[in-house]
């Protein structure tokens, strides 16, 4: 599986914040510039993860603050245990974009342990290795960090998740070396849970969180009343057996679809809308699991977008927050108050969303540098323009980046001398946008054009 992100935290309390997996298998997305715009101002959301290194879409997120994750292929993984590969791989691909793209993590392959495939299994840790050692090479191993996911194939035994463990042959020879590798590095066991294929028609209320019977655990004599605390207290349990419970958890995928099947039970955009939401809470709440009370746990749930290129069965291809146009299938909360406030009942169509026939606003150019925008914004607060939002205890003070701060000022500008096509230049580093960049009690000026 591949696409959309929530992360919070992996420590104690509830301070999450809110990413997506962004899966590119489609022939209708809109352009990554787009993308970016739309997340930054009109979502919540703070994180993305990409499944391979594309560079349009590193750039198009340069100077957001937007924190990123990028995968490396399976194909790749024995090519990285040569140092010198993984060094050009660092160079090519991560050294052009870093630090104005914000890479925090580089995920070395995708299950490849349910791949079955002995080349690719026997490289992982000495891949990982290399590549960590191409970081430090460049100075680069304090700021970003290096991990893999697994799916829940790697466990056997997961009933009750107090019997849990690793798959034998892999514990010891694969997953042993690699949580140590872990450990001493401080990067996360990154694992894929999916209630979605774990559940039945019996288990249904249990997967999605809803009342029902819940599991006894006999051993630690704790109950569990929704699939999502089993299936990561289970992996949990394989990780104390190896004697790595100090090791934080990562949830790097989760979600579930909104279409599937003809007559697949309890796939719909409501239900999908109702587990989302429920993962999002339950990571939210810093409540943990039974075996892992008051953790958060950054959580990756499956997916941005619809991808119609996707193989496999109809489900395969809806589980996207949003289709191909920006309009979300359906909200979870993640939208800005002001897009959820303007949508139209029912997500009547209108493309994009937060966007508007008559407004607009001037917004930084995705890709314009730091300079430049803190010059925009004394530029413009030096004209004796209302200035004070953007000022620490003001309504737009935060996010505190230039780049934020500088949006404001240029759209106030823009908006003030008339919403001419000229003031929203900036010696090439603004745009004119149709998307509400306004947040919360962050209000853009706007008049109708």
């Known amino acids: ?116 495939n002995h080349l690719l299994i026997r490289n992982l840790v000495p891949a990982m290795q290399s590549l960590h050692t191409a970081l430090v090479s460049a100075s680069l191993h304090r700021r970003i960090q290096i991990s893999t996911p697994h799916s829940l ?102 979600g579930w679809p909104s279409k599937g099947d003809k007559d697949q039970i309890g796939v719909d955009v409501a239900t999908a809308a109702e587990f989302n939401r429920k993962v999002m809470d339950r990571v939210n709440s810093g409540t943990g699991t039974p075996l892992m009370p008051n953790r958060t746990f950054e959580t990756y749930i499956f997916a941005l977008f619809n991808e119609n290129l996707k193989p496999g069965p109809v489900s395969e291809r809806n589980f996207g927050l949003f289709r191909s146009d920006l309009i979300p299938v359906y909200d979870i909360g993640i939208l800005r108050p002001t897009v959820r406030a303007s949508d139209p009942p029912e997500n009547n169509r209108r493309s994009p969303v937060g966007g508007s026939s008559g407004k607009r606003w001037c917004v930084t150019k995705s890709g314009a540098e730091t300079e430049a925008l803190q010059r925009n914004i004394d530029y413009v607060c030096g004209l004796g323009l209302d200035c004070e939002p953007i000022i620490e205890g003001g309504p737009c003070f935060l996010p505190n980046t230039v780049e934020a701060h500088s949006a404001y000022a240029m759209n106030l500008f823009y908006q003030t001398m008339g919403r001419h096509e000229f003031d929203c230049d900036f010696d090439k580093t603004g745009e004119i946008t149709s998307i509400d960049p306004s947040y919360g009690d962050c209000q853009y000026q706007a008049e109708f054009v």
């Open 1 to 116: 599986m591949v696409a959309f992100l929530i992360i919070l935290s992996t420590g104690s309390g509830a301070d999450a914040s809110i990413g997506v997996n962004y899966g590119t298998l489609a022939n209708n997305l809109p352009p990554p510039r787009q993308v970016a715009e739309f997340l930054l101002h009109s979502t919540v959301i703070n994180r993305i993860r990409l499944f391979n290194a594309d560079p349009q879409i590193l750039q198009a997120f340069a100077h957001t603050g937007v924190a990123v994750t990028v995968t490396i292929s399976n194909d790749q993984i024995p090519h990285l245990t040569n140092l010198s590969f993984a060094q050009r791989w660092i160079s090519d691909h991560i050294q052009p974009h870093f630090p104005s793209t914000n890479i925090i993590r580089i995920l070395v392959g995708n299950e490849v342990i349910s791949t079955a």
């Open 153 to 254: 194939g790697i466990l056997s035994h997961t009933t009750p998740p107090s019997s849990a463990r690793f798959r034998q042959g892999y514990d010891t020879h694969v997953l042993k070396p690699l949580l140590s590798f872990l450990r001493t590095i401080a990067s996360p066991f990154v694992v894929n849970p999916y209630p979605f294929f774990g559940y039945s028609p019996e288990t249904l209320d249990f997967a999605l969180f809803r009342t029902n019977p819940g599991l006894f655990d006999q051993d630690t004599k704790l109950h569990y009343t929704n699939m999502f605390d089993a299936q990561l207290d289970s992996v949990y349990s394989a990780m104390e057996r190896l004697g790595f419970s100090d090791v934080a958890i990562v949830v790097g995928e989760i």
